[in-house]
T-cell receptor, first 114, second 114 residues
Framework: DTAVSQTPKYLVTQMGNDKSIKCEQN?????MYWYKQDSKKFLKIMFS???????INETVPNRFSPKSPDKAHLNLHINSLELGDSAVYFC?????????????FGPGTRLTVL | GDSVTQMEGPVTLSEEAFLTINCTYT??????LFWYVQYPGEGLQLLLK?????DKGSNKGFEATYRKETTSFHLEKGSVQVSDSAVYFC?????????????FGKGTHLIIQP
C-alpha cells in the first residue's frame, strides 16, 4: 500500500500550458506539503497545508495554486507554465504540525516544460 | 532565516570504507534535525532523526548526534555497502513547528564502488 502517491510521474508540456499534479496520502495525516527539487537536487518548500487550510506559501508565484479538497489530498495546479518551472515536485505528509514529526514523501512528479 | 550546509559530492568510497558526511545548521531555538536519503528515481525516505541536543539518531548502521555547541549533525557509518549509494540530505525543522516545512541542505551524492 503506497503511503503517499502522486500522479502523473512524468509530465512533459509546452510553455504557456496549464497542468495539474495530484497527491494523495492514506496515512490519516493532518498536514501536507509541496516541495520543488531543482536540477541540482536542491529541495525547497512551496506550500504547507494543515487540515485543508493553507499555512505557508513560500514566495511562490501565484501561477501555482494548491487545492486541498479533503485532508487526504493536496493537488497542485500550475497556470501559464514557464521553462523555469521544469523540476521534480514532491508531495509530503506528516501527522500534524509538530516539527519533530517525520515527513513521508511521494515518488515525485518530473515536470518538463518545452 | 534557517539554513543547512552539508558537504557536496559526489563522495566516492570503496565498499566497507568508513563514511562521514558533514552537516552544520543555523537556526533559532531548538530545531529538530533529520537525515533523509533519496535513491535514484524515488522520493525521500527518513534515515534518522534527533529532536534535542545530545540525542543520537541511528538506523541501518548509520548514526548522527545532535551537537548544539557546534551546531552540527554529521552522518557516519562504519562500513558502507554498494546499496548505500544514494543522495543524502540533512534537514531541519524549525522549533516553532512543522508549518514551515523542512529546510534542506543541498544533498550529498554518495557512490560506493565494489
Amino acid at each position: 500500500d503506497t503511503a503517499v502517491s502522486q500522479t502523473p510521474k512524468y509530465l512533459v508540456t509546452q510553455m504557456g500550458n496549464d497542468k495539474s499534479i495530484k497527491c494523495e496520502q492514506n496515512l490519516g495525516h493532518d498536514t501536507m506539503y509541496w516541495y520543488k527539487q531543482d536540477s541540482k537536487k536542491f529541495l525547497k518548500i512551496m506550500f504547507s497545508y494543515n487540515n485543508k487550510e493553507l499555512i505557508i506559501n513560500e514566495t511562490v508565484p501565484n501561477r501555482f495554486s494548491p487545492k486541498s479538497p479533503d485532508k487526504a489530498h493536496l493537488n497542485l495546479h500550475i497556470n501559464s507554465l514557464e521553462l523555469g518551472d521544469s523540476a521534480v515536485y514532491f508531495c509530503a505528509s506528516s501527522q500534524d504540525l509538530q516539527g519533530s514529526n517525520e515527513q513521508f514523501f511521494g515518488p515525485g512528479t518530473r515536470l518538463t516544460v518545452l | 532565516g534557517d539554513s543547512v550546509t552539508q558537504m557536496e559530492g559526489p563522495v566516492t568510497l570503496s565498499e566497507e570504507a568508513f563514511l562521514t558526511i558533514n552537516c552544520t545548521y543555523t537556526a533559532t531555538g531548538y530545531p529538530s534535525l533529520f537525515w533523509y536519503v533519496q535513491y535514484p528515481g524515488e522520493g525521500l525516505q527518513l534515515l534518522l532523526k534527533a529532536t534535542k541536543a545530545d540525542d543520537k539518531g541511528s538506523n541501518k548502521g548509520f548514526e548522527a548526534t545532535y551537537r548544539k555547541e557546534t551546531t552540527s549533525f554529521h552522518l557516519e557509518k562504519g562500513s558502507v555497502q554498494v546499496s548505500d549509494s544514494a543522495v543524502y540530505f540533512c534537514a531541519l525543522s524549525d522549533s516553532g513547528g512543522g508549518a514551515d516545512g523542512l529546510t534542506f541542505g543541498k544533498g550529498t551524492h554518495l557512490i560506493i564502488q565494489p
